[in-house]
């Protein structure tokens, strides 16, 4: 997905899916930006800045495009964008994880990022940490179940850990279908 363009595509299932935001992980998109499609669609991407790596954002219809208050591309893996209604505001956090591979210090840090970010969230918000996580939260979770309830699938992978102590230590609920 390293061209713009190619959200055209994403945006035809939206239409087809009643989607209204949906949140892209691994772009592989360079620099920041905010993109207007002629639609009405719009999408906000935080990307590295040299390198086709990484890069996160939501894509959006044109009225929740109206709602976000703005947008913080944090780094090629984090992205914050709040958005308020009438009845409520919300603050997304986009993000894409570093995958088992990847070494310790990477993984740390990229969760040190993430709990920055979501400290600047204002405490009447609602919270959404979407995108991928790389984490395989399995079956067996019993010590977990606080924030994962009996929703895991398949075997654990080593990420599993470092999402389910940091869901735990922050108070999160974890959710989806491949968390």
């Not at 713009?4 to 299932?13: G, L, S």
């Not at 997304?92 to 400290?119: G, M, Q, R, V, W």
């Not at 918000?125 to 699938?153: F, M, P, R, T």
Request: with cysteine; aromatic share 10%; net charge negative.
């Amino acid at each position: 997905m390293n061209q713009i363009f190619k959200t055209d595509q994403f945006v035809k299932e939206m239409r087809q899916y009643l989607t209204v935001i949906l949140v892209l992980s691994e772009t592989r998109w360079t620099l920041n930006g905010l993109e207007k499609f002629s639609d009405g669609y719009a999408i906000a991407f935080s990307g590295h800045l040299f390198v086709y790596h990484a890069a996160v954002g939501p894509l959006m219809s044109q009225l929740e495009h109206k709602a976000m208050t703005n947008w913080n591309p944090v780094n090629e893996r984090i992205m914050t964008a709040p958005f308020v209604s009438n009845r409520t505001k919300m603050t997304f956090i986009a993000c894409y994880a570093p995958t088992n591979d990847d070494d310790e210090e990477e993984k740390d840090a990229f969760y040190n990022i993430l709990h920055s970010a979501t400290k600047d969230v204002p405490k009447h918000d609602i919270l959404c940490v979407v995108g991928d996580l790389n984490a395989k939260v399995g079956a067996d979770h019993q010590y977990c179940l606080e924030v994962l309830g009996s929703h895991g699938i398949g075997e654990i992978n080593e990420n599993d850990t470092l999402l389910t102590d940091y869901a735990l230590s922050n108070d999160w609920i974890l959710g989806g279908r491949n968390v």
